[in-house]
C-alpha cells in the first residue's frame, strides 16, 4: 500500500522533444507529490509539487498533471534539454498536523538522456 | 535560502574507525532527515527527527547513530561500518506536517 510506481525506468529523447515520466500509487491518503531531478553525485532537488486538489501545476517547461481517480500522476518535460538529462524520481507522502512526521515514499526513478 | 549543507562531501572510512557526517540547514525546518542511497536506487529514509525528537527509526543498525544537537542541525555517528554501508548519505529537511523537503548535496561514504 506504500508503494509508488514509476515508469519507465529510462527515457531517450530528442533535443526539443517532450519527456514524459508515470507515476502510480496506491494509498489514497497521500495528499502531496513532489518531483526531484537528481544529477550524478548530487543530491535530489526539489523540481515540482502538487497537491491533489488540483489536475495540473505547470512551472516553465515542468508540468505535473494529476489524476485522482486513476491515483496517477506525470510529469511532462517540454523542449527537452540536454542539460535536464538526469534521474527523475517521483515521490507521494501524507501531510500530518501536529502528529508524528511522515516521509516522503520515493519511485524507482527514470534516467532521461536528451540528446542534441 | 533553500540550502542543506552537508560536510564532509566524500569520506573514506576503515571499519573499526569512528566518523560523524554533519546536515545544517537555516531554513527554520523543524523536521530533518537522513537517507541512504545506493547506486541507480532512490533515498531509502533512516531516521526522522522532529522538533529534535527522533520520531522514525527505519530499523536502522546501531552502527549508525543520529544526534540533533538543535533546530539547525543534524548529525549521524557512524561506528564499526561494514563496506557495504558505502553509499551516498542524504540529509534533508522540511517542515514537520509534511511539505516541501530540501536535500542536501550528500556524503559519499566509501568504508574499505
Known amino acids: 500500500q506504500q508503494q509508488v510506481k514509476q515508469s519507465p525506468q529510462s527515457l531517450i529523447v530528442q533535443k526539443g522533444g517532450i519527456s514524459i515520466i508515470n507515476c502510480a500509487y496506491e494509498n489514497t491518503a497521500f495528499d502531496y507529490f513532489p518531483w526531484y531531478q537528481q544529477f550524478p553525485g548530487k543530491g535530489p532537488a526539489l523540481l515540482i509539487a502538487?497537491?491533489?486538489?488540483?489536475s495540473e501545476k505547470k512551472e516553465g517547461r515542468f508540468t505535473i498533471s494529476f489524476n485522482k481517480s486513476a491515483k496517477q500522476f506525470s510529469l511532462h518535460i517540454m523542449d527537452s534539454q540536454p542539460g535536464d538529462s538526469a534521474t527523475y524520481f517521483c515521490?507521494?507522502?501524507?501531510?500530518?498536523?501536529?502528529?508524528?512526521?511522515?516521509?516522503?515514499?520515493f519511485g524507482k526513478g527514470t534516467k532521461l538522456s536528451v540528446k542534441p | 535560502d533553500t540550502e542543506v549543507t552537508q560536510t564532509p562531501k566524500h569520506l573514506v572510512m576503515g571499519m573499526t574507525n569512528k566518523k560523524s557526517l554533519k546536515c545544517e540547514q537555516h531554513m527554520g525546518h523543524r523536521a530533518m532527515y537522513w537517507y541512504k542511497q545506493k547506486a541507480k536506487k532512490p533515498p531509502e529514509l533512516m531516521f526522522v527527527y522532529s522538533y529534535e525528537k527522533l520520531s522514525i527509526n527505519e530499523s536502522v543498525p546501531s552502527r549508525f547513530s543520529p544526534e540533533c544537537p538543535n533546530s539547525s542541525l543534524l548529525n549521524l555517528h557512524l561506528h564499526a561500518l561494514q563496506p557495504e554501508d558505502s553509499a551516498l548519505y542524504l540529509c534533508a529537511s522540511s517542515q514537520p506536517w509534511g511539505s516541501e523537503a530540501f536535500f542536501g548535496q550528500g556524503t559519499r561514504l566509501t568504508v574499505v
Open positions: 502538487i497537491r491533489p486538489d488540483v
Open positions: 515521490a507521494a507522502t501524507k501531510r500530518h498536523y501536529g502528529g508524528s512526521q511522515g516521509n516522503l515514499i
